[in-house]
Structure formats: C-alpha cells, structure tokens
Nanobody, 115 residues
C-alpha cells in the first residue's frame, strides 16, 4: 500500500525558514515524479513544486526563489526547503505523486507563518 508521511511543519515568523520531509512507502520511488502541495483554509489544494525521478524541477510562481524541492531516492524521501516565508504561505502541506493520486493523500503537515 502506497503511503506518504509528511513532517517538519510548525509555527514560524515571517521571513523564517522551515524544511519539510516526506517519506514514501514505494518500492520504486526513484521512478515517481513527486510533488509538494498545499491547502490554505477555505481554498483549493494547489501544487507548489514538483520533481521528476531524474531531478527535473518546477515551481509555482509565488514560491520561486524561496522554496527548494529535492529528493533522496536512497531514503525514499522528498524535501521542501522553505525560506523567506510569508503569511500567505500558511497552509497544510502535503506530498503526493505528480500528478497526484487521490488515494495517496496523507495527513499533511501544518505550516503557520505569523508574528
């Protein structure tokens, strides 16, 4: 059974940094394109960044230059380094395959940016 477990969220002041981690229970993780998604209160879930098995990366415009997605295939883990955080980054962050599979959503990890 495929499972994604996110961690690393928390409360941070504007301008601060956090690093999120997602461990995937997939035997062929290296072949999967992976994405970080977020859902703010009252809004639809959106793709923030994605990375292919070969390392090709895309970012949503609002996080370019601030967020960095990476992966460690040996650890079945994908990361999201978030710098210069803004209040509008506040959301529950999820990882999933890219494109996302409806059956693979985990609990997510809450990121709150507030002074």
């Amino acid at each position: 059974q495929v499972q994604f477990v996110e961690s690393g969220g928390g409360l941070v002041q504007p301008g601060g940094s956090l690093t999120l981690s997602c461990v995937a229970s997939i035997s062929i993780f290296r072949l999967y394109s992976m994405g970080w998604y977020r859902q703010a209160a009252g809004k639809q879930r959106e793709l923030v960044a994605d990375i292919t098995g070969g390392g090709r990366i895309n970012y949503e415009d609002s996080v370019k230059g601030r967020f960095t997605i990476s992966r460690d295939n040996a650890k079945n883990t994908v990361y999201l380094q978030m710098n210069s955080l803004k209040p509008e980054d506040t959301a529950v962050y999820y990882c999933n395959a890219h494109p996302a599979s409806a059956g693979y959503w985990g609990q997510g990890t809450q990121v709150t940016v507030s002074s």
